[in-house]
């Protein structure tokens, strides 16, 4: 039987960003995003070092882990990043990712990560080259590409990062490899479909999401956006 996969659906995913949750009432804020339909938690973690803000830690995604089924997306903003990651993992993160910036041995760090039992991404800014990408692959389960400079919600969209997304799309087809492709900052209604088109099949929006009165309005009218790429 010939089975064509040429036309294979892509899978998309939401990961609602709890950086713009009400951290009083974190608990239920993160069940109410997984009733709306969000696919992932997305949790930043900042050090005011690595970035010039201060965020949340091991113990409070460790406080959320029972409230959610869905996976805990962690993006660790933070240098060095080796001695925090066993502690995510035994926080109940299920995906962890870094900046290559944040680590002296990228390849140590991912492979810590797998080790921990949890999937491994790598982080690029706006601005960082895409080159370490070569010699990782094989140690990937996401790329998560920023659209904004990491540090701060609420920001805009950067252009040009559409540009990127479409050369990791190339890089991570060429692989042959199950890799998420995810981008985070400035994610809207109204450019998701143009993100989907670059390439990308993860999507993290945090004021998009939690800045707004209903959260299933929100996730249906960007499912909707990306039911027409
Ligand atoms: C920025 C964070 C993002 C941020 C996205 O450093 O990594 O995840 O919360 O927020 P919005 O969607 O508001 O740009
Ligand atoms: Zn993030």
Do not use: W
């Amino acid at each position: 039987m010939l089975i064509d996969d040429t036309h294979a659906m892509t899978i998309y995913r939401i990961a609602p960003s709890i950086l713009s949750a009400d951290f009083a009432r974190l608990g239920e804020e993160v069940r109410n995003v997984v009733a709306a339909g969000a696919d992932m938690i997305h949790f930043d973690v900042m050090d005011n070092h690595y970035v010039p803000n201060l965020t949340i830690g091991p113990l409070v995604c460790e406080a959320i882990r029972p409230h959610v089924q869905v996976p805990i997306d962690v993006h660790l903003m933070v240098k060095p990043v080796d001695r925090i990651i066993p502690d995510f993992a035994k926080a109940g993160a299920n995906l962890i990712s870094f900046h290559p910036e944040g680590s002296e041995h990228i390849d140590r760090s991912l492979q810590l990560i797998r080790d921990c039992g949890c999937k491994a991404g790598l982080v690029f800014n706006p601005a960082t080259p895409l080159q370490v990408l070569e010699n990782v692959m094989d140690k990937l389960d996401l790329i998560l590409l920023m659209s904004v400079n990491p540090g701060f919600g609420g920001q805009s969209f950067i252009p040009h990062t559409l540009k990127k997304i479409a050369a990791v799309r190339r890089l991570i087809d060429e692989s042959g490899r199950d890799i998420l492709l995810q981008v985070d900052g400035g994610v809207k209604i109204d450019n998701i479909a143009e993100i989907a088109r670059a390439g990308a099949d993860t999507f993290v929006a945090g004021s998009a999401i939690f800045g707004k009165p209903d959260y299933t309005a929100v996730i249906n009218a960007m499912r909707a956006a990306l039911a027409t790429v």
